[in-house]
């Protein structure tokens, strides 16, 4: 498929509807744009203003203690009391209830962590929108996988100083852009055997984010083609709040050029409409 191709017209309608319902997630009464706080926890059991019962992490993994007439609901049950969580694997979550909320149970970078979300929280309630470059078939670009032969453990940092992440990254995508090649380190997709990579480029820290952007990517086919579309790029949760804990990209994915395409800097950043 080549930029004649498109049908300019129907592209955008797929891209807005697209992005709509990416903003729509991301404004959920529960999602990112909900959280109130990010704890993290110690051994010693300790309270939070927006959350109910003292928590802690041990042995047993993450604990609560809940006071009498406080409840969480787990699964759809009520609990009281001491509750036991377990060990929570690294960058899992739980999402117990709590009213019209619910206290995500986390591990991020090693650590135990508890973020209350909270519908009424202002970031969600006053979010309208983030802006974008405006959808161009020129940013879709024909690639190439190159699976290495055993997934590389690769160490990155976070949004949070002094905070790491470890990804198991099975390969690379191979593009080219204004007759240059490039490649860059891909993580696993949301979808069994897609793909994700976390980049940054000249117009970071300009007009996009400057810590990073994420791009999903289909399947390889058989042949290890792939399908980058840099109109779906798209900020992380730390884009809009300081509460997030999201992976910086590994410097080879930093590109040394101008991917004017995707979302811009959130308005709640600075960001220009």
């Not at 959920?28 to 051994?43: E, K, N, Q, V, Y």
């Not at 055993?150 to 160490?155: D, H, L, W």
């Not at 300009?206 to 791009?215: D, F, G, I, P």
Request: charged share 25%.
């Amino acid at each position: 498929m080549t930029v004649q191709d498109v049908d300019r017209s129907s592209f955008t309608e797929e891209w807005e509807r697209w992005h709509r319902d990416h903003e729509e997630a991301l404004a959920s009464p529960h999602g990112f744009l909900a959280i109130t706080s990010l704890r993290w926890l110690s051994p010693e059991p300790t309270r939070f203003e927006d959350a109910p019962g003292a928590w802690s992490s041990g042995p047993e993994g993450v604990v609560v203690e809940l006071a009498e007439g406080e409840e969480l609901t787990v699964d759809g049950t009520p609990v009281h009391g001491r509750y036991v969580f377990g060990v929570i694997a690294e960058r899992a979550s739980l999402y117990p209830g709590y009213g019209d909320a619910v206290i995500e149970v986390a591990k991020r970078g090693g650590n135990d962590i508890v973020r209350p979300r909270h519908p009424g929280n202002p970031l969600r309630t006053d979010f309208t929108r983030t802006p974008a470059y405006a959808p161009d078939p020129r940013w879709v670009r024909t690639g190439r996988y190159l699976p290495f032969g055993e997934p590389r453990a690769v160490t990155v940092g976070a949004a949070v100083e002094g905070l790491e992440h470890v990804y198991d990254a099975p390969g690379e995508v191979e593009f080219e852009l204004d007759g240059e090649t490039f490649r860059l380190t891909a993580f696993n997709g949301k979808r069994p055997g897609s793909l994700m990579v976390l980049f940054t480029d000249a117009t970071s820290g300009v007009t996009t984010y400057a810590a990073n952007r994420s791009l999903q990517i289909a399947a390889p086919d058989d042949a290890g083609k792939v399908t980058l579309d840099f109109n779906r790029a798209t900020n992380l949760p730390c884009a809009y709040t300081d509460l997030a804990t999201c992976p910086l990209p590994p410097t080879e994915n930093r590109l040394p050029v101008a991917v004017e395409a995707g979302e811009k800097i959130p308005l709640e950043r600075g960001g220009q409409p």
